[in-house]
């Protein structure tokens, strides 16, 4: 069965947890020191021995993300370069096409941790996945143009919806507008920027997101988009922890606790919610 590493949960998104830690090292002047406890005695059973194998869902700005440039960013890659640093590890990032499913290319070993904002749901447990500590907790919205408000999901769609295939916008959205007869119009995505492009056109009406990834996504165009108020997924598609984001690795690896440990010294030293700013996540 899968483990999952309670050693410390980040509360309800970067708002909480995050921020006390960042708090406590600014009240004292000066930075913490990072001790990277999980390196003591860890030896990790990786696909290639010294190379960190990441796979990558690079559509989901701004936690995974390619720059105009072709480069890799986000909030789970830079977190993945910092830590590949630190156990030493050369880090290679191989990017996949589609989300659904991304996450069983650790089961598979076809990589030995998946990023792109993936959420610990039920039907995502496997018994060859280990889970790391949760590090963002996530509600939903729909980003829109502000000339065709959404102010009520799925109420006020009467055109098409832009969404990410199988990930837990995409399925929340889908239960809540079957009820309505509007699942329908939920479509499929392409690419951030083309969907983002086709709402500020008013091509389509919105785009499923996470609440903090649609902050985000409004931040860059406040004059021509905005969000619904946020709401939390439907429980039968989460855990009872909520929908919260967490790194999937080869059960057995030896990655999960070490990237648990990491997450927890990143949240005591205010690290992540440096992060976090820098995504203009919080």
Same mark, same amino acid.
């Given at each position: 069965?899968t ?5 410390r949960?980040?509360?309800?998104? +970067?708002?909480?947890g995050?921020s @006390? $830690?960042?708090?406590?090292g600014a009240?004292r002047g000066?930075?913490k020191?990072?001790?990277?406890s999980?390196?003591?005695? @860890?030896?990790? *059973?990786?696909? !290639? +021995?010294?190379?960190?194998i %990441? ?5 989901f700005? #701004?936690i995974?993300?390619?720059t105009? =440039?072709g480069e890799l960013a986000?909030?789970d890659?830079?977190i993945?370069?910092s ?12 990017e996949r096409?589609?989300f ?5 290319q650790?089961a598979?070993r076809r990589a030995d941790?998946a ?8 039907n ?15 509600? @939903? ?6 000339? *065709? #408000?959404?102010?009520h999901?799925p109420?006020?769609?009467? @055109? !098409?919806v832009?969404? =990410?295939?199988?990930s837990?916008?995409w ?6 507008a079957? +009820? ?5 119009l ?5 690419? *951030? !920027?083309?969907?983002?492009?086709r %709402?500020?056109?008013g !091509? %389509?009406?919105?785009?499923m997101? $996470?609440?903090f990834?649609?902050?985000?996504i409004v931040?860059?165009y406040p004059d021509?988009?905005?969000?619904a108020? #946020?709401?939390?997924? *439907?429980?039968?598609? %989460? ?9 999937p690795t080869?059960?057995g690896s030896g990655l999960a ?5 990491f997450? =927890? ?6 690290e992540?919610?440096?992060l976090?700013?820098?995504?203009k996540?919080?």
């Amino acid at each position: 069965m899968t483990s999952r590493s309670r050693s410390r949960r980040p509360s309800r998104g +970067p708002s909480r947890g995050a921020s @006390r $830690g960042a708090s406590r090292g600014a009240s004292r002047g000066k930075s913490k020191k990072v001790v990277h406890s999980f390196l003591f005695a @860890r030896t990790y *059973d990786l696909i !290639e +021995p010294g190379k960190l194998i %990441v796979a990558v869902y690079a559509n989901f700005y #701004p936690i995974a993300y390619k720059t105009r =440039t072709g480069e890799l960013a986000g909030l789970d890659v830079d977190i993945m370069k910092s830590f590949a640093k630190a156990a030493k590890l050369e880090l290679v990032l191989v990017e996949r096409p589609h989300f659904n499913k991304i996450w069983k290319q650790t089961a598979r070993r076809r990589a030995d941790i998946a990023i792109g904002g993936i959420g610990m749901m039920p039907n995502r447990l496997h018994r060859h996945i280990e889970w790391s500590l949760p590090y963002f907790h996530v509600m @939903r919205t729909v980003v829109y143009n502000k000339s *065709d #408000p959404i102010q009520h999901f799925p109420q006020d769609v009467h @055109r !098409e919806v832009l969404g =990410t295939f199988g990930s837990t916008g995409w399925l929340d959205a889908e239960l809540r507008a079957k +009820p309505l007869h509007k699942d329908h119009l939920m479509i499929r995505g392409t690419t *951030d !920027e083309e969907d983002i492009q086709r %709402v500020k056109d008013g !091509e %389509v009406q919105g785009m499923m997101r $996470g609440s903090f990834v649609g902050q985000s996504i409004v931040h860059r165009y406040p004059d021509l988009l905005a969000m619904a108020k #946020p709401w939390n997924i *439907d429980p039968s598609l %989460v855990t009872s922890d909520g929908e919260i984001f967490a790194f999937p690795t080869h059960v057995g690896s030896g990655l999960a606790p070490a990237l648990s440990s990491f997450l =927890t010294e990143m949240l005591f030293t205010g690290e992540l919610d440096r992060l976090l700013i820098k995504y203009k996540l919080k």
